[in-house]
């Protein structure tokens, strides 16, 4: 079947350091790989995607590349916020003829940055 | 502003009670979903709907009960629920690609529902 499989947090850094959050799929056919991040109190938010294989997607100095031959898709920072803190879902999709996508999550990451 | 707006954010109900969550999308998308997250578990998938029809059902007991009226509109009718109910409820909505590469979905801020 279809899985996630993202490390376990939390996760506890000082402002400017660097991250990372392992993230490894299984999946039968070609998924799309999202990174969505959830602030406290708030629905999840799109972060970045990438569609096939080597893609790399990146959005507020947060970056993942579609890696098809390890099927990771880890998440990197290279110098975090205090504002960064928040829970990271890895998912990833899969497309089928005529019907919907199904988003399968990872168990998420918690990340609190301090100052 | 996510497009997604899900009401009420926070309720709590007796195991006797029935209510509704309601979820509304403004982004012109053809699919919505419903999702429960309970700590320490993974975002669990309950309902899919495609064009106002009911793609999915991911074996959720009958005491939740969807229904979608056009597809910027969907509910989450409730009845008879138990405590491990509580959690926070999701709602979804993405464009259907149609066989091209999944495109994201946008997230509601969800309903925080505790069941007493």
């Known amino acids: 079947g279809n899985s996630v499989t993202q490390m376990e947090g939390p996760v506890t850094l000082s402002e400017e350091a660097f991250l990372t959050i392992n993230c490894t799929y299984t999946a039968t056919g070609y998924p799309s790989l999202f990174w969505y991040v959830q602030y406290p109190g708030e629905g999840l938010q799109l972060l970045l995607k990438a569609t096939k294989a080597d893609d790399k997607g990146s959005n507020k100095g947060f970056e993942a590349t579609y890696r098809?031959?390890?099927?990771?898709?880890?998440?990197?920072?290279?110098?975090?916020?205090?504002?960064?803190?928040?829970?990271?879902?890895?998912?990833?999709?899969?497309?089928?003829?005529?019907?919907?996508e199904k988003l399968v999550f990872g168990k998420g990451t918690k990340l609190t940055v301090n100052p | 502003e996510t497009g997604v707006t899900q009401t009420p954010r926070?309720?709590?109900?007796?195991?006797?009670?029935?209510?509704?969550?309601?979820?509304?999308q403004h982004l012109g998308h053809?699919?919505?979903?419903?999702?429960?997250?309970?700590?320490?578990?993974?975002?669990?998938?309950?309902?899919?709907?495609?064009?106002?029809?009911?793609?999915?059902n991911n074996s959720v007991p009958s005491r939740f009960s969807p229904e979608c009226p056009n597809s910027s509109h969907?509910?989450?009718?409730?009845?008879?629920?138990?405590?491990?109910?509580?959690?926070?409820?999701l709602c979804a909505?993405?464009?259907?690609?149609?066989?091209?590469?999944?495109?994201?979905a946008f997230f509601g801020q969800g309903t925080r529902l505790t069941v007493v």
């Open chain 1, 68 to 100: 098809k031959e390890t099927t990771s898709f880890h998440l990197e920072k290279g110098s975090v916020q205090v504002s960064d803190s928040a829970v990271y879902f890895c998912a990833l999709s899969l497309s089928s003829q005529g019907g919907s």
């Open chain 2, 93 to 104: 909505s993405s464009q259907d690609p149609g066989g091209q590469a999944p495109t994201e």
């Open chain 2, 30 to 56: 053809n699919a919505m979903y419903w999702y429960k997250q309970s700590a320490k578990k993974p975002l669990e998938l309950m309902f899919v709907y495609n064009f106002k029809e009911q793609t999915e």
């Open chain 2, 74 to 89: 969907l509910f989450l009718h409730l009845h008879t629920l138990q405590p491990e109910d509580s959690a926070l409820y």
């Open chain 2, 10 to 24: 926070h309720l709590v109900m007796g195991m006797t009670n029935k209510k509704s969550l309601k979820c509304e």
